[in-house]
């Protein structure tokens, strides 16, 4: 299906400012890039899920975001398809509609200014306990280490609006996960980048898959508080090149 075309008003067409023109062309590259993971590691199906960027302006003068177009398949994304817009939700460059979860996002990065990305997938071990209204417990390690404890769920919310951006932001205020199950939704995963939230939505669906294989085990046992502080803290500034 081809998306339509935006009626922003052309006095808003290519109104990126000049000192932001670079870290827009790159963010456009890196959203592009970026929806080829979502599909390389099976987080999303015909043209669902999203990818979005925040673009910093260092002046001060105001965020921009760069998200994928409703509706365009993955393999017709290229840098030049993506939409650029203001967190007002006004589009600034661009000439396909931007996704149905455009509002979403824009409101979880006027209210979250540490997020510099958001991912939405509707992959299918993740989504399957978004279903049931259910967080993933912090039953391994690997969960402790990226989640800092269970995969919380969010409230229903209709897509279209601010409502789903509202849920995000209330669920993972106060929160050390990157991830929300959405109820009856889907994933949604945020990050300091838009590399960062991809990695949360791979590492949310992982989870998801092995807790769900444990459990035709037999019941699963949560880790301590005490431990999941200890393996949260090791992996998030010792684990890895710093």
């Not at 177009?69 to 030049?80: C, Q, V």
């Not at 990226?146 to 789903?164: C, R, T």
């Not at 951006?165 to 996960?177: E, K, P, Q, W, Y």
């Not at 991809?198 to 037999?218: F, I, N, S, T």
Request: proline share 7%.
């Amino acid at each position: 299906m081809t998306p339509r075309p935006t009626t922003t008003p052309d006095h808003l067409r290519d109104a990126v400012p000049g000192h932001l023109r670079d870290a827009v062309a790159a963010a456009r590259q890196d959203v592009t890039t970026l929806h080829g993971e979502l599909l390389r590691w099976g987080l999303v199906a015909w043209t669902a899920g999203n990818v979005s960027a925040r673009v910093r302006d260092p002046r001060g003068e105001g965020d921009l975001a760069v998200i994928k177009p409703s509706g365009l398949a993955y393999d017709d994304l290229t840098p030049d398809s993506m939409v650029v817009l203001d967190l007002d939700g006004n589009v600034l460059e661009g000439t396909l509609s931007p996704s149905s979860d455009t509002g979403s996002h824009l409101y979880v990065y006027r209210n979250l200014p540490d997020v510099g990305g958001v991912v939405h997938t509707h992959s299918p071990y993740a989504t399957a306990w978004a279903a049931r209204r259910e967080p993933v417990p912090c039953v391994l390690t690997a969960i402790a280490d990226e989640f800092g404890g269970e995969i919380p769920v969010g409230p229903f919310a209709l897509i279209g609006n601010e409502s789903i951006g509202a849920g995000i932001v209330d669920t993972l205020t106060g929160h050390r996960s990157p991830a929300v199950l959405m109820a009856s939704h889907g994933v949604f995963t945020i990050g300091a980048t838009a590399k960062a939230a991809v990695k949360a939505a791979v590492m949310c669906e992982d989870a998801a898959r092995a807790v769900h294989l444990a459990r035709q085990l037999g019941p699963v046992e949560p880790l301590r508080d005490e431990d999941i502080d200890i393996l949260y803290t090791r992996y998030q500034n010792v684990y890895g090149q710093h």
